[in-house]
Structure formats: C-alpha cells, structure tokens
C-alpha cells in the first residue's frame, strides 16, 4: 500500500517514449537498481548506530541488487550489454532539496528515498500495464510492488526516528518539489 502521494502523475507520453526505446530503458534501469543498493549500504554506514535502519538497509542493498541481476539477465537475452552510468538529472535536481544539520539532513534522506521509491513504482506500473503478457510484464509487476514496499520503508524509518507531524509535513514539501523537477524534466527512455 501506498504512503506517498505523488503530486505530479506521469503522461502517458512517458510510457510511448519507453516503450519506443526500450533497450535504453533497461539500462537505465539496471543503473537505477544498482544505484539504490549503492545508496542502502551508504545509509547503513553513515548511521550505524541505527539499528533498525542498518537491518533494513541491508535487506534494502541486497534486494535492489537481486533486481539489477535480474535486469542484466534481461539485457543480455537481448542481445545487449549493460553500459557506464549516466548521470540522473531527476536525482540530482531533487538531492538539491537536501537540507544541512545532521538531523534535518538524515530525515530528508529518507523521505527523498522514498518519494523516488513511489516515482519509481508509479512507472515500474506504468511500463507492467502496457507490456503484452508474458515474463517482463510478470517482472515489471514484481518490481512495481517491491518499489512501493521500499516506499514504505524508507517513510516507516522516518517516523521511527522524528516525530509524525515533522515528517508528513517535510514529506509534503519535498512531494511538492519532486512534482516540479518531473513535470520539467524532458521525456526519455529512463526511469526518471
């Protein structure tokens, strides 16, 4: 289920211009996996002292890694190869949004994870509606509900740590900017 509301849904166009590139879409999609296992191990380090966060961020590395296997197997049945990583404009605009003090910066560390979770299970929808049945349509559904639990996730750990009125209004805020930096991104074949 669902914890963040998005303020800004994806076109439809989105979805055409994926499926019109679809290679380039999963290249940028194992790049994603691997990106968000890379930025579980860096929330369990910087904050060891935190238990239930370093438990759940393991499981969090190990999981999103198991998708970017599954992602290069899908790949390679393609015919391709994975390829160096591009930057993530949609990232770096809304890493951007990251306030400075201990504290301030840690809770928007993981309500920003979460609201990419929820950007990246709203698409993940997206591309499982529109693929013809069969084995990456079945994957694209799996992910899509693995990316929500991650959602959940990330705002369950914020409200284990801050206080419920600081951390629905702080995710407000930063659901209010993350609709501005996707509705001015320009449609590629990528997640964001």
């Known amino acids: 289920m669902s914890k963040i509301k998005l303020a800004y849904a994806t076109p439809s166009e989105w979805t055409e211009t994926v499926l019109a590139d679809f290679d380039r879409f999963l290249l940028d999609h194992a790049a994603a996996e691997k990106k968000a296992s890379g930025m579980a191990v860096s929330m ?31 790949i390679h049945s393609r015919n391709k190869i994975t390829a160096k990583d591009d930057k993530d404009p949609y ?5 951007k949004a990251l306030r400075k003090g201990s504290d301030d910066y840690f809770l928007d560390r993981l309500l ?4 990419i979770e929820a950007r990246g299970a ?8 529109a ?22 996730l990330m705002v369950d750990l914020a409200l284990l740590y801050f206080e419920q009125a600081e951390v629905l209004n702080r995710l407000q805020e930063l659901i209010d900017i993350e609709a501005g930096i996707v509705a001015a991104l320009p449609l590629r074949a990528a997640l964001h």
Do not use: C, W
Request: glycine share 8%.
């Open 44 to 74: 369990l380090s910087h904050y060891p002292d935190r238990v239930e966060l370093v438990e759940a961020m393991a499981d969090l590395a190990v999981e999103e890694m198991s998708h970017y296997r599954e992602v290069v197997k899908v």
């Open 91 to 95: 990232v770096n605009e809304f890493r």
């Open 112 to 115: 920003i994870g979460g609201i």
């Open 122 to 129: 709203e698409r993940f929808g997206l591309i499982a509606e």
């Open 131 to 152: 693929l013809e049945p069969g084995q990456l349509k079945k994957f694209y559904t799996s992910i899509t509900r693995s990316e929500q639990r991650h959602e959940g």
